[in-house]
């Protein structure tokens, strides 16, 4: 089954064809335009999908299958995300849907971030997926045709923690490539011990990172001139050690809780060599990762979900009442 799959959630314009599983192309135009502003500005976002959406798509079908009668699905992203922005992506495919008369159906982001890892690996349900990006982190246990959630961030996403902690330190957004890349240059013995909060008051494995890039504010603040280049080494590398310790603490007590199962680690957050290593470590190599392209938002991810949504029977067409969640509608 050849896949048409487009994305427009937030600030990557991609438009990709799978065909059977294997990815023939996957186009992503990252709009940098933001990095000035320190986020995403969503007005500007949608204008930018405009501009691009049709013309990534001629790209892919031109250097793929050469015309869209080849196309036997059209998966679009429909929620969670920018309203304006998703309306870009989903327009689009209704009029391509109307005017070639293929079918059609919405995927939800987050589904996408877990399928990518079934591109590459032949990973199949049941497994535990750790969903960490820009606006979501989320574990889920992931069955054939449902997800349960097992924990969730109270406050902040772990990549937004990334991204405000960069912010402070003067990196652009998004910031996560940066923490990493400093991270990596500390050398010291002496971390400073950031808190990884114990969210206990709630069921489940859940985070809290808005407590932690506090933390690191105040830590910042207190000195009195800017950071030299290895202190800011090291507030990185500390950072990104709580990030670390607050995942695997969650997962140890969902092993505890659930059972063993291989665990899928997905979406933005996951492009980090540092947490794969140590999740690696953590779940004994039963743990898969996308490679860093297919983590990061793009729209292989979302024609993989439609067509295996597909397949099962799912016939779900785009919708566009706003939602920030992936457990409580599927149809
Ligand atoms: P969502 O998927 O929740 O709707 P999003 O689509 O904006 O949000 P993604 O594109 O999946 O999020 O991920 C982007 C996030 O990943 C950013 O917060 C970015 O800083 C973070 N990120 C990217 N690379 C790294 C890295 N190497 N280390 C840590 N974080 C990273
Ligand atoms: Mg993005
Ligand atoms: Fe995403």
């Known amino acids: 089954m050849r896949v048409l799959g487009i994305e427009t959630s937030c600030d990557e314009t991609s438009v990709a064809i799978i065909d059977n599983g294997?990815?023939?192309?996957?186009?992503?135009?990252?709009?940098?335009?933001?990095?000035?502003?320190?986020?995403?500005?969503?007005?500007?976002?949608?204008?930018?999908?405009?501009?691009?959406?049709?013309?990534?798509?001629?790209?892919?079908?031109?250097?793929t299958v050469g015309s869209l009668d080849a196309i036997d699905l059209i998966a679009v992203t429909d929620r969670p995300g920018l309203a304006g922005a998703l309306l870009v992506g989903v327009s689009f495919a209704y009029g391509l849907h109307v005017a070639e008369n293929i079918p059609l159906i919405g995927v939800n982001h987050l589904e996408g971030h877990i399928a990518a890892v079934t591109i590459e690996h032949s990973l199949r349900p049941p497994f535990f997926a750790l969903?960490?990006?820009?606006?979501?982190?989320?574990?889920?246990?992931?069955?054939?045709?449902?997800?349960?959630?097992?924990?969730?961030?109270?406050?902040?996403a772990a990549g937004e923690a990334f991204d405000k902690v960069g912010k402070l330190l003067g990196f652009p957004y998004p910031a996560g490539p940066y923490i990493e890349r400093e991270a990596r240059r500390y050398t010291g013995s002496d971390p400073i011990e950031f808190p990884v909060a114990q969210v206990t008051q709630y069921d489940g494995a859940n985070f809290s990172f808005s407590g932690l890039k506090t933390s690191v504010k105040y830590y910042v603040q207190k000195s009195s001139a800017p950071l030299s280049e290895d202190e800011r080494a090291r507030v990185c590398y500390s950072f990104q050690e709580a990030v670390v310790a607050a995942f695997v603490q969650n997962l140890r007590t969902i092993l505890h809780e659930h059972g063993s199962l291989p665990l899928a680690f997905v979406g933005g957050v996951a492009c980090n060599g540092r947490l794969r290593e140590a999740l690696s470590e953590e779940f004994s190599n039963d743990v898969f990762f996308p490679s860093p392209k297919l983590c990061a938002d793009n729209a292989a991810m979302i024609a993989q979900a439609g067509a295996r949504l597909y397949q099962r029977g799912v016939r779900r067409f785009p919708r566009m009442e706003p939602t920030s969640r992936l457990t409580e509608e599927r149809g």
Do not use: M, W
């Not at 933001?34 to 079908?61: D, F, N, Q, T, W």
């Open 22 to 63: 294997r990815v023939r192309a996957n186009e992503v135009f990252t709009q940098d335009i933001h990095a000035v502003y320190g986020g995403v500005v969503p007005e500007i976002a949608s204008r930018e999908h405009i501009k691009k959406v049709a013309i990534l798509c001629k790209k892919v079908i031109d250097t």
């Open 131 to 156: 969903v960490a990006s820009g606006g979501h982190t989320s574990i889920y246990r992931v069955a054939e045709d449902s997800y349960s959630i097992l924990g969730q961030t109270i406050d902040d």
